[in-house]
């Protein structure tokens, strides 16, 4: 039972936790909320030094409250404001969430019935399928129909419907799978159709085409090795890589143009060269000296002949060599003093450089003097405040108001972010995404009113999650059997051979061949 436990916890932390064992909130491989203890810094959950349960800490006090608290006496507070997304440092609601309003209690009540936005009880922007008389909110009766007017007429229509006087009509140009109007075309359906001019045309691809014109009638621009006359494209002559014609203008690379073809380069751990001895591109751990390709001197950033000018970060450039020096150092006074340290290290008295606060991108003099700070964090005081609204890469300097959302977020009627729905990277509302996430195994597209949808490969994927939790299971299972085996044979030593005999059965012998 201990193993099984045990193995179930550590599936638990290697498949379905990405972002790592103290990450609440894990979307694509980034975290986005972090456990009480831990802050989050670009995505990873970083440990406090000090622990007061949901405070950012300084010098082992509280000096400011998470969002969802205020502070009273060096702790938080929870506030408890149902359906409040803003609120002062008192704790009184300034902001509700959408279908609420603040009522004379300084509570958010609800707005009207299918009112998505209110003043007080009176609705100024109706929920979808519903449109505003008289501050109210009335149920559409037009079949297909999404959004209305203030006139009760519908202004935008269902997937594959378009307005007409009004109403929602089927799209009527042939093979149009969503369209604005019932006669003006958005998107043709699938497969080998284009629309051009209004109207979903068969497409049939040029060969080695990488660009088409607006009607994908003509090919615009070849792909490489492959060059362009009238509207076809047409190999290069071997190892050219960029034609005009049948007269090269570029060679592969490890190639060069000897005035007619395209030779192959000689030249030692040389990738790309001018021409037969001389080199304009050498592999990786070397660099080019006099037309030819020299081995990097070790922990050397920047070479001048065959000296280095340049060393690595941490590394002091002695005569001609670069040796250890102090670590995260960027420019040295000395092998064991810094004059200045790299971003996220400030230079101690010793010369010597320290880590800054977690919270800090920068900082001064000490590791709690932030001179500028991460994304979702905002400078006050020499000090770097996490935004109240979590899904804030950018805030005004109270932290209560979102100048810039997350690329994956969006910012609501309100002014608050909030995350996209799954598999979307960038949207503009909830229910309208712009990019969906692309994988390595299935591809995301965004239909119906901007929902992303999964569209598997040709090509097949493995899902290793799967397939590691089936393999542990066996495992575990093998485990259990051998264990009572085990057990059963220890406590009974002739358990089988009396359940042979019970049963009338016997051993045998297999017969020799």
């Not at 979903?200 to 615009?220: G, R, S, T, V």
Request: charge should be neutral.
């Amino acid at each position: 039972m201990f193993y099984t436990l045990l193995v179930t916890a550590c599936l638990y932390t290697l498949v379905y936790s990405e972002c790592g064992a103290y990450c609440t909130d894990c979307k694509n491989g980034t975290c986005r909320v972090c456990n009480e203890r831990f802050l989050n810094i670009e995505g990873k959950c970083i440990y406090y030094k000090y622990v007061i349960p949901n405070c950012q800490i300084y010098s082992g006090e509280c000096v400011l409250c998470n969002y969802g608290f205020v502070l009273n006496n060096g702790s938080c507070i929870e506030v408890n404001l149902p359906n409040c997304v803003e609120y002062d440092q008192a704790g009184t609601c300034t902001q509700c969430v959408i279908g609420y309003f603040i009522n004379n209690k300084g509570f958010c009540q609800s707005c009207p019935a299918n009112c998505i936005e209110c003043m007080n009880d009176k609705c100024l922007v109706c929920a979808d399928k519903y449109y505003l008389v008289n501050e109210t909110c009335t149920k559409g009766n037009i079949k297909n129909c999404l959004r209305y007017n203030s006139l009760g007429n519908c202004d935008t229509c269902s997937f594959g419907y378009g307005v007409k006087n009004g109403m929602c009509e089927f799209c009527r140009v042939k093979d149009c799978q969503d369209c604005s109007l019932y006669d003006d075309c958005l998107l043709c359906n699938g497969g080998s159709k284009q629309l051009f001019n209004n109207s979903c045309q068969n497409f049939i691809p040029i060969e080695n085409c990488k660009k088409y014109d607006i009607d994908f009638a003509k090919c615009l621009e070849c792909e490489k090795g492959y060059y362009l006359e009238h509207s076809q494209c047409f190999s290069c002559p071997l190892h050219c890589a960029y034609c005009n014609s049948n007269h090269c203008n570029q060679c592969n690379d490890g190639y060069f143009h000897d005035g007619k073809t395209c030779s192959r380069c000689f030249l030692k751990n040389c990738v790309k060269c001018s021409s037969s001895d001389a080199c304009e591109k050498c592999k990786d751990g070397y660099y080019i000296y006099n037309n030819t390709c020299r081995k990097k001197i070790e922990h050397c950033k920047k070479e001048h002949g065959l000296k280095c000018v340049e060393c690595n970060e941490g590394f002091y450039l002695t005569t001609d060599t670069c040796i250890k020096g102090v670590a995260h150092c960027l420019i040295h006074k000395s092998h064991d003093q810094c004059f200045q340290c790299s971003p996220g290290y400030f230079l101690t008295e010793n010369y010597l450089c320290s880590q800054c606060h977690s919270s800090c991108k920068t900082c001064e003099g000490s590791a709690s003097f932030c001179s500028s700070c991460y994304s979702g964090f905002i400078g006050k005081d020499s000090k770097c405040f996490t935004c109240m609204d979590k899904f804030c890469s950018k805030c005004t300097i109270d932290r209560t108001y979102c100048v810039e959302c997350e690329s994956d977020a969006y910012e609501n009627h309100n002014g608050v972010c909030m995350s996209c729905q799954r598999d979307c990277i960038q949207c503009d509302g909830y229910s309208h995404c712009i990019y969906c996430y692309n994988d390595n195994q299935n591809k995301t597209n965004y239909s119906q009113d901007g929902i992303c949808l999964v569209q598997e490969n040709d090509k097949k994927g493995y899902d290793w999650k799967l397939i590691l939790v089936a393999c542990i299971g066996i495992i575990v299972t093998f485990m259990v059997l051998i264990g009572a085996f085990i057990f059963f044979n220890n406590k009974y030593p002739n358990w089988i051979g009396n359940c042979l005999r019970k049963n009338n059965l016997k051993y045998s012998a297999l017969p020799s061949k």
